[in-house]
């Protein structure tokens, strides 16, 4: 159960309907499945995009599903310290807490719905790791880390951070109330998210109830792209087929439609899908590990950049975390 709900939809402001005469509905190009993985010191993961082109999914670069994972005491784990430069990350806790904290200064808990936006810019050192009291204890984890590429313009600016909470993001609803829309950053019918962006893009996370049916404006320059959380239903114009963990890359039109089966899965009964749409970049993508570049050249010299201490410094005040490899430093 996401941690960002309503008691009635009703109440809420409606997207309107778009008219299939003038903004028809984008069709499916593709359907992939997300395998499994482990990130940071090995909390699960399915990597939402492996499948995917570089192209259809520009100007996003990289996309995990954490979790969802009811952790025992003693099991949750985070990332040690890492770099980055060249792009934004964005961590979204649908459930749970992540704390986070960087060498620019920026950091807090990510918790129940709420996300923290962080551009790397020219290069930033940081961590992501549970709560101590959430190692004791365990609990439910579920999140998003999505990776939005920045243009060759903005790739050194100076790292930048935000944080969202989860009653900051815009909720909206379908016209029958049917579905849950959650704008975190773009515009949705004029609708506007609360995130920041230096290249423009929409983030949706929308849950649906069974039977029900959402049909989005969506700009025709914007790519589109429907990633199943959890849950059954279809996508686009020709109902395609969609399941949990698995990405649909949609072709071109004015609006995008998801729909949740009237007969769900018995465990989630609910269609939770992440919407994305951005406005390609287009420009050469060089990446490797934590850099995403225009050049093999720039990768080499941000490598040479972190070994020389160049991305920043690990603050003294650092969060209480030990991790591999961490505990004689």
Known sequence: MPAVTVDSTLELPRVPTPDPQTAPAR??????????????EGFPVYRAFAGASLRDLDPFIHMDQM????????????????????????????????????????????????????????GILHIETPPEHLVVSGGLFHGIQLWVNLPRANKWNPPKYQSIEGREATLLSSPDGGALVR???GEIAGHQGPGGTFTPITMIHATLSPGARLDLPWRPDFNALVYALSGRGTVGAENRPLDAHQLAVLGQGGALSVAATDRPDTRTPQLDVLILGGRPIREPVAHYGPFVMNTKAEIAQAIDDFQSGRLGVVPAERMPHTAPGEEDA
Do not use: C
């Open 27 to 40: 069709p499916v190009r593709s359907v992939t499945g997300a395998p499994q993985g482990f990130e940071g």
């Open 67 to 122: 979790g969802e994972v009811d952790y025992a005491p003693g099991e949750p784990k985070g990332t040690p310290w890492h770099p980055h430069r060249g792009f934004e990350t964005v961590t979204y806790m649908i459930d749970g807490e992540m704390q986070h904290q960087d060498s620019n200064g920026g950091g807090g808990l990510i918790a129940d719905g709420a996300t923290q936006w962080m551009t790397a810019g020219g």
């Open 183 to 185: 704008v975190i950053a």
